[in-house]
Nanobody, 124 residues
Protein backbone atom coordinates (compact mmCIF):
# COMPACT_ATOMS: atom_id res chain seq x y z
CA UNK A 1 0.00 0.00 0.00
CA UNK A 2 1.33 3.45 -0.95
CA UNK A 3 -0.10 6.85 -0.05
CA UNK A 4 0.88 9.79 -2.26
CA UNK A 5 0.87 13.56 -1.66
CA UNK A 6 1.83 16.03 -4.40
CA UNK A 7 3.19 19.50 -3.82
CA UNK A 8 4.85 22.30 -5.75
CA UNK A 9 2.06 23.44 -8.01
CA UNK A 10 1.22 27.08 -8.54
CA UNK A 11 1.01 29.94 -10.99
CA UNK A 12 3.86 30.60 -13.40
CA UNK A 13 4.33 32.66 -16.53
CA UNK A 14 4.80 31.03 -19.90
CA UNK A 15 8.42 30.03 -20.38
CA UNK A 16 8.93 29.55 -16.67
CA UNK A 17 9.65 26.46 -14.60
CA UNK A 18 8.08 24.53 -11.75
CA UNK A 19 9.18 21.50 -9.81
CA UNK A 20 6.57 19.10 -8.48
CA UNK A 21 7.20 16.63 -5.70
CA UNK A 22 5.26 13.55 -4.69
CA UNK A 23 5.92 12.21 -1.23
CA UNK A 24 5.06 8.59 -0.69
CA UNK A 25 4.41 6.68 2.47
CA UNK A 26 4.34 2.94 2.66
CA UNK A 27 7.04 0.36 2.86
CA UNK A 28 6.85 -0.68 -0.82
CA UNK A 29 7.76 2.64 -2.48
CA UNK A 30 11.18 1.45 -3.59
CA UNK A 31 9.53 -1.46 -5.42
CA UNK A 32 6.95 0.73 -7.13
CA UNK A 33 7.10 2.30 -10.57
CA UNK A 34 5.80 5.87 -10.52
CA UNK A 35 4.14 8.13 -13.02
CA UNK A 36 2.90 11.67 -13.51
CA UNK A 37 -0.38 12.49 -15.25
CA UNK A 38 -2.44 15.63 -15.70
CA UNK A 39 -6.03 16.52 -16.37
CA UNK A 40 -7.28 19.79 -17.76
CA UNK A 41 -10.94 20.85 -17.47
CA UNK A 42 -13.09 18.98 -19.94
CA UNK A 43 -10.24 16.72 -21.03
CA UNK A 44 -9.22 13.16 -20.27
CA UNK A 45 -6.37 12.36 -17.93
CA UNK A 46 -3.11 12.51 -19.88
CA UNK A 47 0.10 10.57 -19.34
CA UNK A 48 3.21 12.72 -18.91
CA UNK A 49 6.11 10.65 -17.61
CA UNK A 50 6.91 7.48 -15.72
CA UNK A 51 9.93 5.95 -14.04
CA UNK A 52 10.91 2.44 -12.98
CA UNK A 53 11.53 1.41 -9.40
CA UNK A 54 15.26 2.08 -9.55
CA UNK A 55 15.05 5.00 -11.94
CA UNK A 56 16.80 3.29 -14.82
CA UNK A 57 13.86 3.38 -17.22
CA UNK A 58 11.79 6.46 -18.03
CA UNK A 59 9.00 7.15 -20.51
CA UNK A 60 7.73 10.55 -21.65
CA UNK A 61 4.78 11.77 -23.62
CA UNK A 62 5.73 13.52 -26.85
CA UNK A 63 4.04 16.68 -25.61
CA UNK A 64 6.52 17.08 -22.76
CA UNK A 65 9.65 15.33 -24.01
CA UNK A 66 12.63 17.62 -23.70
CA UNK A 67 10.79 19.98 -21.34
CA UNK A 68 9.86 17.75 -18.38
CA UNK A 69 12.11 15.43 -16.39
CA UNK A 70 10.98 12.74 -13.99
CA UNK A 71 13.26 11.50 -11.23
CA UNK A 72 13.04 9.76 -7.90
CA UNK A 73 14.89 9.49 -4.62
CA UNK A 74 14.01 6.20 -2.94
CA UNK A 75 15.86 7.21 0.22
CA UNK A 76 13.40 10.10 0.56
CA UNK A 77 10.38 8.20 -0.78
CA UNK A 78 9.84 11.00 -3.28
CA UNK A 79 9.33 11.30 -7.01
CA UNK A 80 9.82 14.60 -8.83
CA UNK A 81 8.70 16.25 -12.02
CA UNK A 82 10.86 19.14 -13.21
CA UNK A 83 8.92 21.22 -15.71
CA UNK A 84 10.69 23.77 -17.91
CA UNK A 85 9.57 25.98 -20.78
CA UNK A 86 6.02 25.86 -19.56
CA UNK A 87 3.19 26.76 -21.92
CA UNK A 88 -0.39 27.88 -21.23
CA UNK A 89 -1.58 24.52 -22.53
CA UNK A 90 0.28 22.86 -19.64
CA UNK A 91 -2.36 24.26 -17.28
CA UNK A 92 -4.01 21.34 -15.49
CA UNK A 93 -4.23 19.42 -12.27
CA UNK A 94 -1.14 17.24 -11.99
CA UNK A 95 -1.27 13.82 -10.34
CA UNK A 96 1.39 11.36 -9.32
CA UNK A 97 0.60 7.68 -9.39
CA UNK A 98 2.12 4.44 -8.17
CA UNK A 99 2.06 1.07 -9.85
CA UNK A 100 2.31 -2.32 -8.17
CA UNK A 101 5.11 -3.31 -10.49
CA UNK A 102 8.74 -2.35 -10.89
CA UNK A 103 8.50 -1.26 -14.53
CA UNK A 104 6.65 1.89 -15.61
CA UNK A 105 3.61 2.18 -17.82
CA UNK A 106 2.03 4.95 -19.88
CA UNK A 107 -1.50 3.76 -19.08
CA UNK A 108 -3.39 5.29 -16.16
CA UNK A 109 -5.29 2.04 -15.68
CA UNK A 110 -2.02 0.33 -14.71
CA UNK A 111 -1.62 2.54 -11.62
CA UNK A 112 -3.29 1.53 -8.37
CA UNK A 113 -2.33 4.51 -6.21
CA UNK A 114 -3.05 8.17 -6.85
CA UNK A 115 -2.38 11.44 -5.11
CA UNK A 116 -4.96 14.17 -4.67
CA UNK A 117 -3.44 16.36 -7.37
CA UNK A 118 -1.83 19.79 -7.46
CA UNK A 119 -2.91 22.67 -9.68
CA UNK A 120 -0.48 24.11 -12.21
CA UNK A 121 -1.52 27.29 -14.00
CA UNK A 122 0.60 28.81 -16.76
CA UNK A 123 -0.29 32.35 -17.77
CA UNK A 124 0.43 33.76 -21.19
Amino acid sequence: QVQLVESGGGLVQAGGSLSLSCAASGRTFSQTAMGWFRQAPGKEREFLASISWAGGTTYYADSVKGRFTISRDNAKNTVYLQMNSLKPEDTAVYYCAGREWKMPSTLSTQYAYWGQGTQVTVSS
